[in-house]
């Protein structure tokens, strides 16, 4: 029954009232659906977990990150760039270096892309998903006691995401330098196009279509303006920005596959295991 | 005896379509009691299902429109059988009443320039519809159903009124419902009542109306002793969805013609330039080449024929069919595929592409759509002061389709959306100004009445025996659509109200099983008195007028008779009456028309 | 063709079970030509919402197959043949008898909303422009299917978040609001607040379901966090504020309806 009651105030701000609750409807099950719903949080599992995996044991082992002249290459691992550190293989760093920190110096620097990943609205979605089980799959019962989302600590902190999302941008400078400096064969000929200059630059300009096609980043091109029309600079971005969003969660996959494709790819050059072919 | 629930208001409004939302906000800000009663969930009216949309003659387009050529396509459109006094003061006010929209929060489409975008459509001289898409309906709706929320206006959603009670003095004094989802019964006391409960659709088998097109309005407003004028005036859309057969029906919005759909036959024909009446000759296009040129420039040519009155559209329709020209169906082919790009059509009709690709996995961008008429909406209705809506019963108001009067014998499209603001408001200030004026608080209500209207609703829980209201709605459907369908002779009307009589019997004999609580099958027997009622006077009505003009079209006398032209139908019953008592049936006079109003419809079109 | 096989949930706040219907398959048919042949024949008092059948009420909201959909829009051609097609009502709230639910809550929430706020009317009407308008036509082809609240397993899965979340569809009317190039309020603290937006973990059930396929994450409940962001928790922006000396409105300002 649905009767909506008059009420002396006009707007009620307190929290309704629950006359809500009730029997519901259906059966006590967890689920209806028969379809095999599992299937994705289980592909979303598995790829992120070997992500992390391999990742940490990347970051960690601190060798191997940089091809440098000896290989008559300039190629260096998206996981250590910058590299900032004392323990920086020569040639890999381009600044002054900090000598206390000891350990890789990819820890120095993994959190901000880490960062950006951890509070990206389709990674949020998608571990919210699959790791947390809250829902597992569309009416499919999120099993646990209480909830409260994004609304209390730790998970407030998910709306710092601009925030590395600008830091993300100057990554995205760095590492298109990276890109830049891949076509110099130090010793064979000078530049060149090999396959790592091809894997640097293709995860170059995955980061940037990631990091453009991030939700902070249409809201700050224009998203947050209440008229466009009074705002005609501000629309062109977001409209420029807009189709790249509709595609956040594919570039956050295909750019998270080559990022770990090119730690793995310089990896197996800088340790000898092949050989870095040179197209032309 | 248990207590019966009840509430007294100031006004009650029936029916939460366009109507009786805009009458509602009306009469809630002049500071009074109102309730909105409606039979489904708020927001879920027929008034959603309205596409193209509204009318109203503010020449952003076409600075040359303004209100005098939209009260002469009204006139025309109508076939002159309106209420002029309607016309006029619809036409003269729905401006208003859109711009009102806007700032209560509507998102009209906009020119260039930022003012309400408006579109062509059939029998409007000028691109006079402001609309959204091809949403326009829900767009109305959202906005007067936010704008009652904010007023804080008591709404009962899911209640059924089966009866309204009247006083002594012949004035009404309230209503008798029942709650849906209980199935319990509820009682209003009320100073004024405004009917505003849509059309009768539902009696026909291939409508565009959903289940609660069922006149309950109608049909309590004549019980009550109301009069109800020209029901025979029922219009038949020209594009309804053939097929799926289970979505036959399902409306095709005129917008698509508008927008530059064409008609054609099984043989490729763009046959509607074979149809042209010979009042609507000199400002329609005679060669395609000439209507091409119209869609961009109005002043390049004259109207292509598709967007000539619905009348006259959806009988050409039917004509051709019967010649075997038709679709695969039994419908025609309606083609905008071929004429405009699909980045267009997907954005100048999102629904409709939206509707054919997943209910007949029809891609309209690349195929033409099958479409013949359905029954869309009733000219006729409760006769109404144009000034305040009110009925021959004191204290009882009506608006909207349930009223009559406004379109005469045929409506043109975008012209239902305006009549519900204009006469919506009408209505509520006129029910405001009676509930001020009545003296005392509400009315004491009838006891014994409401436990005789009561224990006639539960009827059909009484009988362990009898008829199935589904099969009942059936048989009526196909009786209404075979016998009282878009083209009518004097014998089949005869028939039509012999087997009225039939089904009046067995409505006397239904019996449904179950419990009170959302029962579909009773809920559906306590619409049937009302179906039967309105289905009495549509055919009394068609029968009587004995001429083809607008909705109604008689084969046996298939020219419009001036004579007649002057004349309205009015249905009566003495108060209290019911689906078995007798409905009377009498030609009376329209109004006669000032000559100033005249002299603007012979002015020949610019 | 062959026959269908329903399994369609019958009972009310007492109770229910599963009751089994075997129809005859027919042509171009959706789930609520099904129920309505079933009402027709075997079980007349089957409690069923519908009333456009056309996908424009958004009445008929139900589960099929455990998934929420509109029975008017899903046609039995798409459901895997030979299984027997499971419909029931919305989980998420209470049941009233078989297929229909008691959807109240949503209604009290849209009572939350304060109303649209416009400058006075210029003497030749409000002027907006088409691009500013596509933004909030987008949440007003919302049909108020409900199936978003229905989905969202914060209400979903958790009775006691009921009163303090709004839920997808009044998200996009808040969105809506927001973006309104003519509205002069500010309702980001009202969102925040009273109308638990950060309860949100853009799952992205509400999008999935949606039967106008508005993109209510992407375009409506993302875009009003990241304006709750500008007004809570960016430094930057609150910076900003301090020295242009702008302020933004409290929930209670925010909440006061126009006249």
Redesign the interface.
Same mark, same amino acid.
Not at chain 3, 44 to 59: T, V
Not at chain 3, 156 to 164: A, V, Y
Not at chain 3, 177 to 181: I, Q
Not at chain 3, 225 to 230: I, Y
């Given at each position: 029954m649905t009767t909506v009651e008059n009420s002396a105030t006009r707007v009620d701000n307190s929290e309704t009232p629950v006359v809500l609750g009730g029997t519901r409807g259906g059966p006590d099950v967890s689920t209806v659906r028969k379809d095999r719903w599992w299937i994705s949080p289980v592909i979303t599992v598995s790829i992120l977990t070997s992500f992390v995996v391999y990742a940490t044991w990347a970051a960690f082992v601190g060798k191997n990150y940089y091809a440098g002249s000896s290989l008559h290459r300039d190629l260096i691992s998206p996981f250590y760039s910058p590299c900032l550190t004392a323990s920086c293989v020569p040639g890999s760093t381009h600044s002054p270096t900090i000598s206390w920190w000891t350990i890789s110096p990819a820890l120095l620097i993994l959190i901000f892309p880490l960062g950006f990943r951890l509070t990206c609205y389709y990674y949020r979605r998608a571990y919210y998903r699959s790791f947390w089980w809250a829902p597992p799959a569309c009416s499919v019962v999120d099993s646990h006691k209480s909830y409260s989302g994004e609304s209390r600590f730790p998970l407030i902190f998910q709306n710092v995401h601009r925030y590395f999302f600008y830091f993300g941008l100057i990554f995205n400078v760095i590492l298109t330098y990276d890109a830049i400096l891949a076509f110099s064969m130090p010793g064979e000929g000078g530049i060149g196009v090999s396959i790592g200059t091809l894997i640097l630059c293709s995860n170059a300009v995955l980061l940037w279509l990631y990091s453009l096609s991030c939700h902070s980043c249409r809201h700050l091109c224009g998203g947050q303006v209440r008229s466009f029309a009074k705002h005609p600079w501000r629309h062109k971005f977001w409209k420029f920005v807009t189709p790249l969003n509709a595609k956040h969660m594919q570039f956050a996959w295909i750019s998270l596959f080559v990022v770990a494709l090119s730690d793995a790819y310089i990896r197996l050059v800088a340790s000898g295991t092949i050989t870095d072919f040179k197209i032309f | 005896m248990t207590t019966l629930e009840h509430h007294d208001y100031d006004v009650i409004i029936i029916g939460a379509g366009g109507a009786g939302m805009r009458a509602a906000i009306e009469a809630k800000e002049r500071g009074l009691r109102v309730a909105l009663i409606c039979k489904s969930l708020l927001g879920k009216a027929h008034t959603v299902m309205a596409e193209g949309g509204v009318a109203a003659a503010m020449g952003n387009v076409y600075e040359e429109d303004n209100w005098k050529v939209h009260f002469r396509d009204t006139m025309r459109g109508g076939k002159m059988l309106n209420h002029w006094r309607m016309a006029q003061l619809h036409a003269q006010e729905s401006p208003d009443r859109v711009q009102e929209l806007e700032k209560w929060g509507a998102l009209f489409d906009r020119t260039k320039d930022g003012k309400i975008l408006q579109r062509d459509f059939g029998g409007h001289r000028y691109a006079r519809l402001a609309h959204v898409g091809d949403r326009t309906g829900l767009e109305l709706i959202r906005t007067l159903q936010q704008k009652a929320v904010s007023l804080d206006i008591d709404v009962f959603m899911e209640c059924k009124v089966v009866r309204l009670l009247t006083g002594d003095d012949g004035s009404v004094t309230g209503a008798v419902a029942y709650w849906r989802p209980t199935g319990e019964f509820v009682t209003f006391a009320a100073k004024a009542v405004v009917l505003a409960t849509g059309g009768v659709g539902k009696s026909w088998k291939f409508t565009s109306n959903s289940w609660e097109g069922t006149g309950d309005g109608h049909a309590v407003a004549l019980w009550a002793g109301a009069e109800l004028i020209d029901m025979e005036c029922v219009q038949f859309h020209p594009t309804g969805m053939v097929w799926p057969l289970s979505v036959r029906g399902i409306l095709v919005t005129e917008g698509v013609r508008g927008d530059g759909g064409v008609l054609k036959n099984s043989e490729g024909e763009r046959f509607m330039f074979n149809y042209i009446a010979d009042m609507f000759k000199a400002e329609t296009a005679d060669s395609e080449a000439e209507a091409d040129r119209w869609y961009d420039d109005h002043t390049a040519g004259r109207r292509p024929p598709e967007l000539l009155p619905r009348d006259e559209v959806a009988r050409s329709i039917n004509s051709e069919v019967k010649a075997g020209r038709g679709s695969p169906h039994g419908g025609v082919f309606l083609d905008i595929a071929s004429r405009r790009s699909a980045e267009v059509i997907r954005r100048r009709l999102p629904s409709m592409y939206h509707q054919f690709m997943e209910l007949a996995g029809v891609d309209i961008t690349q195929e033409a759509m099958e479409v013949g008429p359905t029954c869309h909406y009733i000219m006729g209705g409760v006769r109404v002061e144009p000034d305040n809506g009110a009925t021959s019963v004191p204290g009882l108001f009506a608006a909207g389709e349930v009223s009559g009067g406004m379109h005469g014998s045929n409506r043109l499209g975008g012209n239902s959306l305006s009549d519900l603001l204009v006469f919506g408001r009408r209505a509520g200030m006129g029910a405001a100004d009676f509930a001020e004026g009545r003296a005392g608080d509400v009315p004491k209500l009838e006891e014994s009445l409401i436990r005789h209207y009561i224990d006639e609703a539960l009827e059909p829980f009484t009988r362990d025996e009898g008829e199935n209201p589904y099969d009942l709605q059936h048989d009526l459907q196909e009786m209404m659509q075979t016998n009282v369908g878009i083209i009518r002779t004097g014998p089949e009307l005869d028939e039509a109200l012999e087997k009225l009589e039939v089904l009046k019997e067995r409505v006397n004999n239904i019996s449904v099983k179950g419990g009170r609580a959302y029962n579909p099958g009773w809920n559906l027997a306590t619409d049937l008195p009302a179906m039967l009622t309105v289905s009495t006077c549509v055919a009394l009505g068609a029968r009587e007028r004995k001429e083809s003009r607008g909705g109604q079209t008689r084969e046996d006398f298939p020219k419009a008779d001036p004579e007649l032209g002057k004349i309205n139908f009015v249905s009566r019953q003495p108060a209290g009456g019911g689906f078995n008592e007798e409905i009377k049936i009498s030609p009376e006079p329209l109004p006669e028309m000032p000559d100033e109003l005249k002299a603007l419809l012979e002015e020949a079109p610019k | 063709m062959s026959d269908v096989v329903m399994h369609v949930?019958r009972?009310?706040? =007492?109770?229910?079970?599963?009751e089994e219907y075997t129809l005859p398959a027919?042509?171009?048919? +959706?789930v609520l030509?099904v129920i309505h042949r079933i009402?027709?024949?075997e079980a007349?008092?089957?409690?069923? !919402?519908?009333?456009?059948?056309?996908?424009?009420?958004?009445?008929c909201s139900a @589960?099929i =197959?455990?998934?929420?959909r509109l029975l008017c829009?899903t !046609?039995m051609d798409q459901l895997p043949e030979g299984?027997p097609v499971?419909v029931?009502?919305?989980?998420?709230?209470?049941?009233?008898?078989?297929? +229909?639910?008691?959807?109240?809550?949503n209604? @009290?929430?849209?009572?939350? +909303?304060?109303?649209?706020l416009?400058p006075p009317?210029p003497e030749d009407?409000?002027?907006?422009?088409?691009?500013?308008?596509e933004?909030?036509?987008e949440f007003?082809?919302?049909?108020?299917c409900f199936m978003c609240q229905n989905?969202c397993?914060?209400i979903?899965?958790? @009775?006691? =978040?009921?009163?303090?979340f709004a839920g997808p569809r009044l998200f996009i009317r808040y969105a809506e609001?927001?973006?309104?190039?003519l509205?002069t309020n500010d309702r980001r603290d009202?969102v925040r607040d009273?109308a638990?937006l950060?309860?949100?973990?853009?799952?992205?059930?509400c999008t999935?379901?949606c039967p106008e396929h508005i993109k209510i994450?992407?375009n409506a409940i993302?875009?009003l966090?990241?304006? +709750?962001?500008?007004a809570?928790?960016?430094p930057v922006a609150w910076l900003g504020r301090k020295i242009l000396r702008r302020t933004k409105r409290t929930?209670?300002e925010a909440?006061?309806?126009?006249e």
């Open positions: - | - | 949930w009972g009310d706040s =007492n109770g229910g079970d599963f027919q042509e171009g048919e +959706v030509d009402q027709a024949t007349p008092d089957l409690a069923c !919402r519908w009333n456009c059948k056309a996908g424009k009420c958004g009445s @589960e =197959n455990g998934k929420p829009m !046609r299984e499971t029931t009502p919305m989980r998420a709230f209470p049941i009233i008898r078989d297929l +229909v639910s008691d959807v109240s809550y209604y @009290e929430m849209a009572r939350k +909303v304060p109303a649209f416009p009317r009407g409000y002027r907006m422009s088409q691009i500013d308008v933004r909030g036509q007003r082809k919302c049909i108020e989905v397993h914060v979903r899965d958790h @009775e006691e =978040n009921k009163g303090k609001l927001e973006m309104h190039p509205d009202l009273k638990g950060g309860m949100c973990n853009i799952t992205k059930c999935e379901v994450t992407d993302i875009p966090k990241e304006r +709750v962001v500008d809570d928790f960016d929930p209670q909440s006061v309806q126009p």
